[in-house]
């Protein structure tokens, strides 16, 4: 299902110019060595662009479509017409200079097992480089000494002869093609891609850019053992997968890794998105939807296109139109040492996702401080909200970050581990964000539970409610200012003592709190004093005689939203009174 997807969108994006044919693909390529007839290096020439990449301004190496590289982890193998340093000159600055050899010499085989007899004066040129080139002299070349310690960074090389790189000579590019249709020795198999009959690739090309995974690239279908292996097929023949179905899934995920500004990140995974057709703009707005991505839309202008797509009305967005009947495909990628592990995948219309996400953030909807600047809470946001940010490793859990990005997706319940991840941060740090908050709500609207009804699940303070919880949680808040009011800049409020145990044994600490109110409100001034007393005896009322003993999970989360609600409805009273 995943590679049939994935080979359905190679074929969308070739189809459209964006990808190359089977044993072409793309690389970045930093440097262009200018060679004559003799194969003498007269130039290196940096094709390096300056892109915009955040804020930042970045010199990044040029993609180009060359031939298809070889897999190699820790083995020498060659590319064809470019690579390292260590390929192309023989030299590199890992201190090995007997392995730069042997990768030089490999190269030079392949080259001249490519090229040898091919009548094209670029492919004689590149010839007689690698037959005259002297990889021990190399660093002393004039062409290249300026250029030294970039090149030996790891920037890939080409060739360039008589004003025109190498993969663009026709006969060259002949002899690639024949080479590269010619190769593979894997025996005759039945495709699970496509169905047909060919020969099966026992390697598949690597997978790049995901977070993570090894930087030489990592495997997505891939056997490594006895035991996953079946009629003793090994690497990847278990799976059989014809060349060019390997070639069109590995192209085709690697081309989604590489357009790094749609590709989301959650938790280890990183979330790749997709349309049937090849439109980018779905990717984009997918982006900005989800991950609070950057957009020119206003987050007005987003709602009101979301709402369209949710009522099955195409929209206009970056000058596409966004039909919400298009098939579209989400995949979620986690690193697993040499290999990738498949965190999830969804495929629905694209108005189905859509219309989930809205269903998502209607739940999240409540009241916002006014510092903060998010209006709608992106996913990244409201993960952190799990997390102890002053510890080393900010980000959530990987099994919670997924499995909430699924539920939110196919608009099935939260995971409990989401709320268990916010109820820790409340108890260890005694605040209740806005994001924990709306995690609160939204989680308690997806998974009802009979101790927090919805009259407490509200955007802004309910208050008619006279669920004992909630109230609980409002006389808390009013306690805390009732203190900070007659002892402005204290340094420990009681949120910071009693908060936790407040919320779960409230007849041990509120009679000792009401107590500690009544001195508070004797050094307050008469105005104030009647103000909070009328809160104190109208909350009290709605409470009863008696404190309740102890307060279940599902009830503490009601005490958090009664807190949190009259906090910010005493702020924004505050602020409304400042700007009279």
């Known amino acids: 299902m995943i590679l049939q997807a994935l080979v359905e969108h190679y074929e969308d994006l070739a189809a459209q110019g964006k990808l190359a044919r089977p044993g072409w693909s793309g690389a970045n390529i930093s440097y262009a060595l200018y060679i004559n007839d003799d194969g003498a290096l007269e130039q290196a020439f940096s094709l390096k662009r300056e892109e915009e990449r955040g804020k930042k301004k970045v010199w990044a190496p040029r993609p180009m479509s060359l031939p298809a590289p070889v897999k190699r982890s820790s083995g020498v193998a060659s590319n064809f017409l470019w690579d390292n340093s260590s390929y192309i000159l023989g030299i590199d600055e890992k201190g090995k200079p007997q392995r730069s050899m042997a990768c030089f010499t490999a190269c030079k085989a392949l080259h001249h097992k490519l090229l040898d007899g091919v009548d094209s004066p670029a492919a004689r040129a590149v010839l007689a480089f690698f037959d005259h080139w002297d990889p021990s002299k190399a660093r002393e070349h004039p062409a290249l000494v ?128 997709w349309a049937s057709g090849g439109q980018r703009a779905y990717q984009s707005f997918s982006m900005a939807s989800l991950f609070g991505a950057p957009t020119t839309y206003s987050v007005s202008d987003l709602q009101k296109m979301a709402l369209d797509l949710c009522q099955g009305k195409p929209v206009l967005f970056e000058e596409a139109q966004l039909d919400p009947k298009t098939t579209f495909y989400i995949l979620g990628l986690s690193p697993n040492a040499a290999r990738l592990s498949v965190r999830f995948f969804l495929k629905n219309s694209f108005g189905a996702f859509v219309q989930n996400v809205q269903a998502h953030q209607q739940r999240l909807e409540i009241v916002r401080p006014s510092f903060d600047k998010f209006e709608a809470i992106p996913l990244w946001k409201l993960l952190d909200e799990t997390v ?89 808040s009013v306690l805390e200012a009732i203190q ?91 602020e409304e009174a400042e700007h009279v």
């Open 146 to 273: 300026d250029k030294l310690e970039d090149i030996l960074a790891g920037s890939n090389l080409v060739f360039r002869y008589s004003g025109a790189f190498l993969q663009d000579d026709a006969l060259i590019r002949s002899a690639w093609q024949a080479h590269y249709d010619s190769t593979g020795d894997g025996p005759e198999l039945v495709c699970l891609v496509t169905g047909k009959k060919g020969t099966a690739e026992a390697v598949h090309p690597s997978i790049k850019g995901v977070s993570g995974a090894q930087s030489v690239g990592a495997a997505l279908v891939s056997f490594n053992g006895d035991a996953f292996c079946s009629y003793g097929r090994e690497q990847s023949l278990n799976a059989p997968t014809s060349k060019y179905a390997a070639f069109a899934y590995t192209s085709a995920l690697n081309h989604l890794l590489a357009e790094r500004d749609y590709v989301g990140r959650i938790g280890d995974a990183t979330v790749l998105f």
């Open 484 to 574: 900070s009011s007659a002892n402005p800049g204290i340094n420990a409020t009681i949120k910071d003592k009693y908060f936790n145990s407040a919320s779960a044994t409230p007849s041990r600490v509120f009679p000792l709190l009401m107590n500690l109110a009544q001195k508070h409100l004797r050094k307050l001034d008469k105005g104030w004093s009647i103000s909070y007393s009328k809160q104190l005896t109208e909350l009290a009322g709605k409470l009863g005689e008696t404190f309740p003993d102890r307060l279940s999970l599902p009830q503490q989360g009601a005490f958090q939203l009664g807190y949190y609600h009259q906090t910010q409805a005493r702020y924004t009273k505050k």
């Open 388 to 476: 102890n940010q002053n510890s080393r490793d900010k980000s959530p859990t990987p099994g919670m970050a997924g499995e909430t990005l699924r539920a939110i997706l196919n608009d099935t319940c939260y995971p409990a581990s989401l709320l268990n991840g916010t109820v820790l941060r409340i108890r260890a740090e005694r605040e209740v964000t806005r994001g924990r908050a709306a995690i609160l709500k939204a989680y308690y609207l997806k998974n009802p539970h009979p101790d927090i009804p919805k009259e407490v699940l509200t955007v802004s303070l309910n208050p008619d409610s006279a669920n004992i919880p909630y109230t609980l949680g409002r006389l808390f």
